[in-house]
């Protein structure tokens, strides 16, 4: 068996400098795109393709239990369906609950989860904290299950999570890459715990997400806590995020951005683009797939440019009340 990347789980190879998986030297634990990605915060430019079916089928094709990470900000129907997917015994592992703003409960957003989406499965809440690693690890140690599986959304911080649970348990183990880009891990790595069970992380399973550019991966980003933002919208008033997607309503509304503070969203009162139309509900949250939502409180046509459909996702929102209890 070939020697694989311990940051991202490709194998390694010392021919060709423009694929994937190349050393310099095979004695290099980390391929250059790893070396880069971690000590220079740059992006390669080399291209990764990821099938979902193929990752769902060989995971499925295995023994063991999945974590299934989907981050607080993707909770919506194409990400669900990823999850249903899994034919393995399963958990939904919802992440980067610290972006959350705090009047927001994880037990409204469990609700949610099961009255919505109808999730029947087990739902753990984590983010990157030690106290997140620390409560999977009780949770691998009790469970009769010995392997495995760190599977989800590309992005969701599985590796991010992976690593707090290596430093605080194996000694001298090495870091997997984790990165803003999508798709940072190639292939699945398999870490051994103390405890005998086995961790296999895999590749992040891609979703229609709307920025690609580097520069805008990192700007939406969203760090610590998120302060939604309110816009009192009236007719004709356009709202532009980064001056690329562009949001109006038919009527006065309020209208609520919850993502990165780093995106600028302003008001704008000329007209921009194609628009694509939705007809949405009271308390509906239209999300831009991997960037955040826009919660919009009253029913209204809402109108989007800059943006393919498939970019975009409407929920029935689980604010205002409705999952409260
Ligand atoms: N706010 C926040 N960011 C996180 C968390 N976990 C990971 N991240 C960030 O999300 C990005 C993707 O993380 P990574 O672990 O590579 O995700 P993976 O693709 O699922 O393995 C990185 O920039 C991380 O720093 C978290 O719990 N909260
Ligand atoms: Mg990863």
């Known amino acids: 068996m070939s020697k694989k990347c311990f940051g991202c789980g490709i194998s390694l190879q010392i021919t060709d400098s423009s694929k994937l998986g190349f050393v310099k030297s095979l004695d290099m634990d980390y391929c250059m ?3 880069r990605l971690k000590n220079y915060h740059e992006n390669s430019k080399l291209a990764f393709e990821v099938d979902n079916f ?8 295995g023994q063991g239990k999945v974590f299934f990470f989907i981050d607080i900000l993707n909770i919506y129907q194409e990400t669900i369906s990823l999850f249903s997917k899994v034919k393995l015994p399963k958990v939904l592992v919802i992440s980067k609950i ?4 705090k009047n927001i409960s994880l037990k409204v957003i469990e609700n949610y989860l099961r009255k919505y ?3 029947q499965e087990e739902i ?7 106290s997140s690693a620390k409560k999977v690890y009780e949770y691998i140690s009790k469970d009769k299950w010995k392997n495995f ?32 880009i999508p798709n940072t ?6 870490i051994s715990l103390p405890n005998k069970k086995k961790i296999q992380d895999s590749v992040g399973l891609t979703y229609k997400y709307c920025f690609q550019e580097f520069e805008m991966l990192q700007k939406k980003l969203v760090k610590k806590e998120i ?3 309110n816009f009192y919208l009236k007719k004709g008033t356009i709202l532009a995020l980064e001056n690329q997607i562009f949001l109006k309503l038919d009527d006065v509304n309020s209208i609520t951005w919850f993502g990165s503070e780093n995106l600028e969203i302003k008001k704008i009162y000329k007209e921009r683009g194609e628009y694509i139309s939705f007809s949405v509900p009271e308390k509906t949250n239209v999300y831009l797939k991997g960037v955040g939502f826009f919660y919009v409180k009253n029913k209204a046509v809402v109108q989007i440019a800059g943006l393919k459909k498939e970019n975009i996702a409407i929920e029935s929102s689980f604010l205002g009340g409705n999952f409260y209890e």
């Open 33 to 35: 795109r790893c070396f």
């Open 54 to 61: 193929k990752i769902l089928e060989k995971v499925n094709k």
């Open 98 to 101: 610290d972006v959350l703003p």
């Open 117 to 119: 989406f109808h999730v």
């Open 124 to 130: 753990l809440f984590v983010q990157k904290k030690k």
């Open 149 to 180: 599986y760190f599977l989800g959304l590309t992005n969701a911080g599985k590796s991010s999570l992976l690593n707090l649970l290596l430093e605080e348990l194996v000694t001298n183990s090495k870091p997997i890459t984790v990165s803003e």
């Open 185 to 190: 891990t190639l292939d699945f790595i398999e």
């Open 227 to 229: 302060k939604p933002k």
